[in-house]
């Protein structure tokens, strides 16, 4: 039945929204009178959703997830509860995912099968989760873990964009002083450019550049916008994404950092696989697609191509120099010991608090830094300034 979004008065003259069920606007109307209130207007509850909900994002998907395990889990049929996330207060996204699902379940696919065509955005190893949980009875748990895994991977993304929101914003201020000084400070003194031949060098720099900053402000602004729009669309693609990462990961301090937590997330996505009964050469295959630097992806790729050849998966990472000395004993103690997966989920905590440790060293060097290249920049302009004013003072008299 069609869902509507209504505003209306009550008899104390409070406005009231929300949602109803009814089989046309005329009947919705109907309803809301049998209240007692008054329509101020009726809408499609698609149309609203679609205002109120904006793009997918992934936070609502996870949670649509975790919804739909905790159903299962609490003995919950799998067709009713994709039914009942079909009717659910979510992303109209979702919403309509849901519905095809449960289309799809009532003529007979599997959920797996179905969940794979949604049309969601689901990392590949979901999909193989909902697999093994069919086949081992288990669906809930799989779920459940697969929803704590991109839970996982989404609270790693918003720690790192939420660590360089203070040094983004420190070094735009900075660029932003610079550029002041530029347009407005230094072209005051473009008079003394007269003297050019008698200025020090530092002080002619200043203020030609000062001078053509101001005169050409437009073109400038323009450049550094398209620059901007031209960094942002590379960094959209996933080439250029994981190029620029593989860049970084080179780099001294933080460098180390991007290996840890990438690390991390591979060990965490295997130990979830295992967990729920993936065969380890598949979930390698999973674990190594989810990496995000093109050297990690080769390097465990390597790792899968020696275990299929008979090697230990403990051997294999320290052959090709994969994790720690910590890592390879915690692996090789799984394996003994037929608990690989809660081992990688404990070598996941290990990188992951790591990682952490590493990001906070790496935020107490780049704000000095930033701070001390910002200051040296605005330093040099007014020393420049300086200067040029203390020669034209010296040839006047």
Known sequence: MPRFHYQALNTDGVSL????????????????????????????GDAGANRRHGRLRHADVILALQELATMLTSGVSIADAVGSQALGAHHPRIVAAFSGMSRDLQRGQ????????????????????????????????????????????QQLRNEMRNALIYPAVL????????????IFVVPKFASLLQHAKDLPLLAWLVLHVGTWTRENFWLL?????????????????????????????????????????????????????????????????L??????????????????????????????????????????????????????????????RLYEEAGRNRMKRVLILLEPIAILVIGSMIGTIILGVILAITSANDLAV
């Open 171 to 182: 070094v735009i201020a900075g660029i932003a002083a610079v550029a002041i000084m530029f």
């Open 287 to 348: 674990a190594q697609a989810g990496l995000q630097l093109p050297q990690r992806r080769a390097r465990m790729g390597e790792v899968a191509r020696a275990v299929r050849g008979g090697a230990s998966l403990a051997d294999a990472l320290e052959d090709h120099d994969a994790l720690t000395a910590t890592g390879y004993n915690l692996v090789r103690v799984g394996e003994r010991s037929g608990k690989l997966a809660s081992m990688l989920d404990s070598l996941a």
């Open 110 to 153: 599997a959920f797996s099968a179905t969940l794979a065509k949604c049309g969601l955005p689901l990392p590949e190893y979901v999909i193989q989760l909902a697999r093994a949980g069919e086949l081992t009875g288990e669906l809930g748990r799989a779920l459940r873990d697969a929803s704590s895994q991109m839970e996982y991977e």
């Open 221 to 285: 602004a323009l450049l550094l916008a398209a620059g901007g729009a031209g960094a942002a669309w590379a960094l959209r693609k996933p080439e250029w994404r994981a190029s620029a990462l593989d860049a970084l990961s080179r780099w001294p301090v933080v460098g180390p950092w991007l290996v840890e937590a990438d690390t991390a997330r591979w060990a965490k996505v295997l130990g979830a696989l295992l967990g729920n009964k993936v065969p380890l050469m598949r979930g390698l295959e």
């Open 17 to 44: 929204e929300g949602m109803l069920r009814a089989d046309s606007e005329r009947e919705a109307a109907r309803q809301l009178e049998r209240r007692g209130l008054s329509v101020i207007e009726i809408r499609s």
